[in-house]
């Protein structure tokens, strides 16, 4: 009778190195690329927590005035503008994150943990502000003009739909209400998905290029200046239950006049912001917490989203099917 033998190393490559090493040049987090909610509303820095911002009445600016021709030694028409006021008050947001003695002292991780912690709450903070943009902003009656997309027009219907008729619409309501074309496009996701591919805004490219639609070319197909596709997501789903990714932009498309905060401009919305403790647009503050012994971070903001003229903005509501 034979036997085989069979030699093992002693030790074993596992028994001298029990642990796996850290890699410290490598690793993963998961978080949006880009939020988009200052997209429409542009942020706006105000010195106080609540006040009263202008408005010059739009009809004196617009209502032609009998009376310019004026004969010799007569006095010119005289004439005036009407000023009106709105308010906005901000609300407070934020989250703090604790950082233990012991976990800093015995973490293996690349990263700075405190700096971690701020990427960490600033990446929160700004997902608040993105998901309540969206609810207040993305809306039915919010703008001067909603229009509900049924059926033959919604734009995943590709035989009977009409986005580049609906963008004309758009764009000459908002200039015969104040003057200004519309210069962005803000889409949600879905949205973008059937526009990108509907055969009426391919067709003007067929001879010209590959049939792949940017964001560049089919803003210059509807007229705009920019197309923004609103592609930011969150977790639906409560804590330690699977994940639950949804958009966080619905299927609608905000034709909008949006130029950066100034005197005198025109823009449909902002989003105020007070600048309380000189760090815009949102405080990074730590302190420290002996009885817990470890380092709070916490990121805050004061905010109100407002919009600032309806009639500088035109919403399709649920572009697809």
């Known amino acids: 009778m034979s036997y085989k033998r069979y030699h093992f190393a002693q030790p074993t490559q596992r028994d001298v190195r029990p642990v796996d090493p850290v890699l410290t040049n490598l690793s993963f987090a998961f978080k949006n690329t880009r939020f988009l909610h200052s997209a429409i509303a542009p942020y706006a820095e105000v010195s106080e927590q609540s006040g009263t911002y202008f408005i010059y009445t739009r009809d004196f600016w617009f209502r032609r005035q009998d009376g310019a021709v004026r004969a010799a030694d007569a006095p010119y028409l005289r004439v005036g503008y009407g000023v009106e006021t709105?308010?906005?008050?901000?609300?407070?947001?934020?989250?703090?994150?604790?950082?233990?003695?012991?976990?800093?002292?015995?973490?293996?991780?690349?990263?700075?943990?405190?700096?971690?912690?701020?990427?960490?709450?600033?990446?929160?903070?700004?997902?608040?502000?993105?998901?309540?943009?969206?609810?207040?902003?993305?809306?039915?009656?919010?703008?001067?003009?909603?229009?509900?997309?049924?059926?033959?027009?919604?734009?995943s219907d590709y035989a009977n739909s009409d986005p580049i008729a609906n963008a004309d619409t758009a764009i000459r309501t908002i200039l015969r209400n104040t003057g200004a074309r519309p210069n962005v496009l803000f889409v949600?996701?879905?949205?973008?998905?059937?526009?990108?591919?509907?055969?009426l805004i391919l067709d003007k490219y067929k001879h010209t290029q590959i049939g792949i639609m940017t964001p560049q070319l089919v803003a210059a197909t509807l007229g705009v200046e920019e197309v923004v596709v609103g592609d930011s997501v969150r977790n639906t789903a409560n804590e330690g239950a699977a994940f639950v990714g949804a958009d966080n932009w619905t299927d609608n498309a905000l034709f909008l006049v949006r130029n950066n905060p100034a005197l005198g401009v025109a823009n449909g919305a902002y989003t105020y912001i007070w600048n309380e403790r000189g760090n815009f647009p949102w405080a990074v503050d730590s302190y420290r917490e002996e009885d817990r012994r470890g380092d709070v971070t916490r990121v805050f903001t004061h905010h109100d989203f407002v919009v600032t003229s309806a009639q500088h903005g035109y919403l399709y509501l649920d572009l697809a099917a």
């Open 86 to 155: 709105n308010t906005y008050r901000t609300v407070e947001i934020g989250f703090e994150k604790l950082l233990g003695d012991p976990i800093r002292a015995s973490s293996q991780t690349p990263e700075d943990l405190q700096r971690m912690d701020v990427e960490f709450l600033t990446n929160l903070i700004q997902l608040e502000l993105e998901v309540r943009a969206a609810a207040e902003l993305f809306v039915t009656g919010i703008w001067g003009t909603s229009t509900t997309l049924v059926g033959n027009d919604q734009w």
């Open 188 to 199: 949600g996701l879905l949205g973008w998905e059937r526009l990108k591919e509907h055969p």
